[in-house]
């Protein structure tokens, strides 16, 4: 679903500038108290949690070994900050009309974020602006930037504006001043509802509505399905989903076990019975299709994944231990390296084929015979 593709987007635009934040402890209060109630898509990310993890230590590794990563903690450091501390959680939501911001726990006072941006040349445009008797900041960013944030597209920049000491929201500046404005009373009910299903202490987390004439736009047919390599298109079943949650963890004695589940609303018992259905079918096929030489492997994926019609939903759940984490693992570098094998140098497309540099695609014609 376009909708969902573009905040995906957002959450990895927003994660990358929160590096530069740096995050108090998290308060009690729910940060859906601070949500515009016109939102129909919510999304939290439990970061402080997440850096304690033995899967972010692995990352770690690598990461202080990247210029961009050394610079960072040089740059915390003169807050005595730490990349570890510099974000709690982050909160994203968005609304119908892709318009959205965030929420994110930081720990850096609004005069020394005014002097981090002082300081950097690429900031050197951003202006300030009082709304409501709080500064708003507004930073330019590059085209290729603000397509991934929603709303940012018409004006190449995004706003922040702390609306507590450590709380920040970021977005466009119209839909700052639009929440500054109008601060409503928090998320709408049914966001509030869906968030009952979620288990406490996951990492990640969502909730999102559909109305109906959003649902129909956000499933339409692109191509009569054509795109779909096995199994058939679900666009057919999905048109009749109205609403969702979903969710992920770690777990097990060394909390590193993936676990989560995804919870789909349907209009009736029988449209849930029969996106389940096709689910499992595309499911399989696509890991069939993809493993075709690890069929065991395949298999031992399919038996984590669970798919099952509930009354009016639809429920995936999944848990992958951590020894099948590492089969995936160790086959996907296989395969990529098995990739880098098969194709030396540069490679070009053609079609669906891809063509190694070494082959012209358009050879030259043969030369006219000789006329006797």
């Not at 909708?3 to 995906?8: E, H, K, L, N, V």
């Not at 929420?103 to 005014?114: F, K, Q, R, V």
């Not at 004006?155 to 639009?178: H, I, Q, R, V």
Request: glycine content about 6%; charged content about 20%; some cysteine.
């Amino acid at each position: 679903m376009r909708m969902f593709a573009r905040y995906a987007v957002a959450l990895s635009a927003a994660c990358c500038l929160t590096w530069s934040l740096a995050a108090a402890e998290p308060k009690a209060q729910d940060l859906l108290s601070k949500v515009p109630a016109s939102a129909s898509v919510v999304i939290q990310i439990n970061v402080k949690d997440f850096t304690s993890l033995p899967i972010y230590q692995e990352m770690r590794k690598s990461m202080v070994r990247e210029r961009d990563w050394t610079n960072a903690e040089t740059e915390l450091a003169k807050y005595g900050l730490t990349p570890e501390t510099c974000v709690s959680e982050v909160l994203l939501f968005g609304d119908d009309n892709d318009l959205g911001g965030a929420l994110i726990y930081t720990g850096l006072n609004e005069s020394n974020l005014e002097a981090i941006l002082q300081a950097d040349p690429n900031n050197a445009q951003f202006v300030t602006e009082t709304i409501k008797g709080r500064k708003v900041f507004e930073i330019p960013v590059k085209a290729a930037v603000s397509g991934m944030i929603p709303g940012a597209a018409a004006t190449n920049s995004f706003a922040l504006t702390y609306l507590e000491p450590n709380l920040m929201m970021l977005g466009t500046k119209d839909s700052l001043k639009k929440s500054l404005e109008n601060p409503g009373s928090g998320a709408n009910k049914l966001i509030v509802s869906q968030k009952s299903r979620i288990p406490k202490d996951t990492l990640v987390w969502l909730a999102f509505n559909l109305p109906p004439k959003a649902a129909a736009a956000a499933t339409a047919p692109a191509n009569n399905n054509a795109a779909m390599p096995v199994g058939g298109g679900l666009d057919a079943y999905t048109e009749n989903v109205t609403g969702g949650t979903g969710w992920v963890s770690m777990s097990g004695a060394k909390k590193d076990d993936l676990t989560g589940e995804l919870v789909l609303d349907c209009k009736d018992a029988q449209s849930a019975t029969m996106l389940a259905m096709q689910a499992k079918t595309v499911v399989m096929g696509a890991l069939v299709f993809a493993m075709q030489d690890k069929p065991q492997l395949a298999s031992s994926l399919n038996e984590a994944i669970k798919i099952a019609s509930v009354e009016k939903c639809v429920k995936v759940g999944i848990k992958v231990p951590k020894a099948l984490q590492d089969e995936i693992k160790k086959y996907a570098e296989e395969a990529s390296k098995k990739q880098t094998a098969f194709t030396p140098g540069a490679a070009v497309s053609s079609g669906t084929t891809v063509v190694p540099a070494t082959v012209p695609q358009n050879p030259p014609a043969a030369p006219p015979a000789k006329k006797k």
